[in-house]
């Protein structure tokens, strides 16, 4: 009975070591400038990452390995693995052989983003800052589909790692898609951006993960902006 239980405390780990083992595969096949390859090992990743929190909680078994695990799988498959991409995509370009090297400021700052998340009592049920699983399909997404367009024009492959890695650890809040409940009150985020996720899926299909993050990021740029409204408003009338 005790070698059970044993084995359902260590499941979420195992499922957490795929995460970091197909992580490595994605680092691997980004350096060989195996795009799709990429993005595929990148967004199973994601399941497992997905699936070893699901397993926690269902068996309820948490524990600190299990948590500083969690952030050094991530690390590589959502930090390195993305930085792989673009600097295999910097290296194919005509920018200076220094500037590649600007693609592990993702690494660095997905570091940062995950150490700040486990700390900060704030991300309990949204995010501040962009998660970095986005991040990273966000990149593979842009490399399987626009490759060619990054490399003919590497200031804005810079350009967007620069906002990327700042959005990673900005005080942006950003919406989780967990469901309060499946009212329409409870859940009309989450409602709003899988509508907008079936529809890019259905016009870009195979080229849709890197628009679907920007439609992530646009709807959380947007929910921020109209709550900050009315306190804006608030505001004036008070100095008023």
Do not use: H
Not at 73 to 86: E, K, M, Q, R, T
Not at 175 to 194: I, T
């Amino acid at each position: 009975m005790n070698k059970i239980k044993d084995t359902g405390k260590n499941f979420p780990n195992t499922i957490t070591c795929l995460n970091l083992f197909t992580g490595c595969i994605a680092v691997w096949l980004a350096f060989q400038g195996n795009y799709a390859g990429a993005m595929l090992a990148i967004l199973l990743s994601g399941v497992f990452d997905f699936f070893d929190g699901l397993a926690a909680r269902a068996l309820n078994a948490y524990s600190p390995l299990g948590k500083e695990l969690d952030s050094l799988a991530d690390v590589i498959s959502f930090g390195l693995a993305p930085g792989a991409i673009v600097f295999s995509l910097l290296s194919e370009s005509s920018v200076n052989e220094y500037a590649r090297f600007a693609a592990f400021l993702i690494p660095v700052f997905s570091a940062l983003r995950l150490a700040k998340f486990n700390i900060d009592e704030r991300q309990t049920s949204s995010f501040i800052g962009l998660p970095v699983p986005a991040n990273a399909i966000f990149w593979a997404g842009m490399a399987y589909s626009y490759s060619g367009f990054l490399m003919e024009n590497p200031l804005i492959l810079l350009g967007l790692t620069v906002l990327f890695c700042f959005l990673m650890v900005s005080e942006l809040p950003m919406f989780s898609l967990k469901f309060s409940g499946l009212s329409w009150n409870s859940s009309s985020v989450q409602y709003v951006f899988l509508t907008g996720c079936a529809l890019i899926l259905l016009v870009l299909q195979l080229n849709a993960p890197a628009a679907v993050i920007a439609w992530y990021i646009v709807l959380s740029i947007g929910l921020f902006v109209v709550k900050k409204a009315p306190s804006n408003s608030s505001k004036g009338k008070e100095k008023g």
